[in-house]
């Protein structure tokens, strides 16, 4: 049985087959809409979620499965004080695979510990949230044709953002990756990664405060959100939310075949006046999500795939 914890669970070659899969579901979505006939998701969610647990339902759905679960701690046996541990081995009576997004880093693995059933993770506190990297791999591939020779600019909070810390240990598996990430000081990379993933891999990176400067030189421009609910005060959050603003001005500097990319929600660091601009593409990014879910699935449960 394997589980999805860390994008590093997937061996480099088993992350491009499931994108090679992905591509192929999503040409042709209707071939696979049996495949997981019979078979049950849960969606364990203990911290609010749009995208991730309705694209994973979606995924499901689409692939002739059906779906149960909860969208909050409170309304799970969490309230009453279960623990993960337990909660996870009743589920696994219940369904044939689950996605788990909890608040507390690690949550996730524990389950997977006690777990009878494939867990996913699907967002650990401030830590990992390897499907939506494999939703910005997936996108990253369709769109720009190629992973290796990208200059990838991470944007924002990149202290408490899990969708880059997820990216990072990704993306550093392709050949010449560099990355420029672009934060106020106090949401810099975490030393954890800058050390044992950036500087052990021998990756070559710069770390500014300034977008416009570097925008010139950049493949990618990955946009996040500053993330209020992992700040210890207001008042910090509010100093540091509007750092970063994309908006058409700065586009300018960008190239013609840069892609814009946020894993969403958003709130101000895109400007609405930018989702015009044929170089976005955070909305195509977020159906991208659902076929590399689906392909996901298929891997973690075995499904035959259908060959015509
Ligand atoms: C991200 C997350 O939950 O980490 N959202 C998502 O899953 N698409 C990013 C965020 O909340 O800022």
Not at 128 to 148: E, M, R, V
Not at 160 to 165: A, E, M, N
Not at 198 to 214: P, S, T
């Amino acid at each position: 049985m394997r589980h999805l914890i860390t994008p590093l669970d997937l061996t480099v070659e088993e992350t491009n087959d499931l994108l090679v899969l992905a591509e192929d579901i999503s040409k042709d979505r209707f071939r696979y809409s049996s495949v997981a006939a019979g078979k049950k998701l849960a969606t364990c969610f203990y911290e609010p979620s749009t995208r991730t647990r309705l694209s994973f339902e979606a995924a499901m759905l689409n692939l002739g499965g059906s779906v149960l679960g909860f969208s909050s701690a409170d309304s799970s046996s969490a309230a009453k004080g279960e623990s993960v541990a337990d909660t996870i081995r009743v589920i696994s009576c219940y369904a044939d695979i689950c996605a788990m997004r909890h608040p507390k880093e690690g949550a996730p693995l524990v389950a997977a510990m006690h777990s009878g059933i494939p867990v996913i993770n699907a967002g650990d506190g401030g830590h990992n949230h390897p499907t939506q990297t494999l939703t910005d791999l997936l996108t990253i591939k369709a769109l720009k044709g190629h992973l290796d020779g990208l200059t990838i600019g991470l944007c924002g909070d990149l202290k408490f953002g899990r969708t880059v810390h997820s990216l990072i240990h990704a993306m550093v598996r392709y050949p010449n990756v560099r990355f420029v990430l672009i934060s106020p000081w106090e949401l810099r990379i975490p030393g954890y990664i800058r050390k044992d993933v950036l500087d052990a891999n021998h990756i070559e990176y710069k770390e500014v405060d300034v977008l416009e400067e570097v925008m010139p030189e950049l493949d990618i421009l990955y946009m996040t959100r500053v993330q209020r609910e992992r700040f210890f005060n207001e008042e910090d959050y509010i100093r540091l939310k509007d750092s970063f603003i994309l908006d058409a001005k700065k586009m300018r500097y960008a190239r013609e075949d840069m892609l814009v990319l946020h894993p969403l929600p958003r709130v101000n660091e895109i400007a609405t006046e930018v989702d015009a601009d044929p170089r976005a593409a955070y909305f195509r990014q977020a159906q991208y999500g659902v076929y590399v879910r689906m392909a996901l699935i298929i891997r973690l449960l075995g499904l035959e795939v259908p060959t015509c």
